[in-house]
């Protein structure tokens, strides 16, 4: 199970944290991923981590967003800086637990200009 947090309202310019907690079956994470997705868009990757810690964005990330994991490796955060209008949408965390991967439920950001 996948248990997102840290979406909320902020001014463009602005800094968020998303935080995403994998729990149960933990010791076969793989990747774990940050997903967005605006209505009537296709859901889209910003950010991935790798069980070594390598990590990859979306162009529209590089420089702001901040893909990381906890020392245990069941946690995922993105840190969001310089936030933009269109980065508004709901942020969905995804985790690749052996062969299987799993979603989150998904935490809303909006950004006002």
């Known amino acids: 199970q996948l248990q997102a947090s840290g979406g909320g309202l902020v001014q463009a310019g602005g800094s968020l944290r998303l935080s995403c907690a994998v729990s149960?079956?933990?010791?076969?994470?793989?990747?774990m991923t940050w997903f967005r997705q605006v209505p009537g868009k296709e859901r889209e990757l910003v950010a991935t981590?790798?069980?070594?810690?390598?990590?990859d964005y979306a162009d529209s990330a590089k420089g702001r967003f901040t893909i990381s994991r906890d020392n245990g490796g069941n946690t995922v955060y993105l840190q969001m800086n310089k936030l933009k209008p269109e980065d508004t949408a709901v942020y969905y965390c995804?985790?690749?637990?052996?062969?299987?991967?799993?979603w989150g439920q998904g935490t809303h950001v909006t950004v006002s200009s």
């Open positions: 995804h985790a690749r637990i052996g062969l299987k991967g799993y």
């Open positions: 981590i790798a069980p070594a810690g390598s990590s």
């Open positions: 149960g079956n933990t010791f076969r994470i793989n990747a």
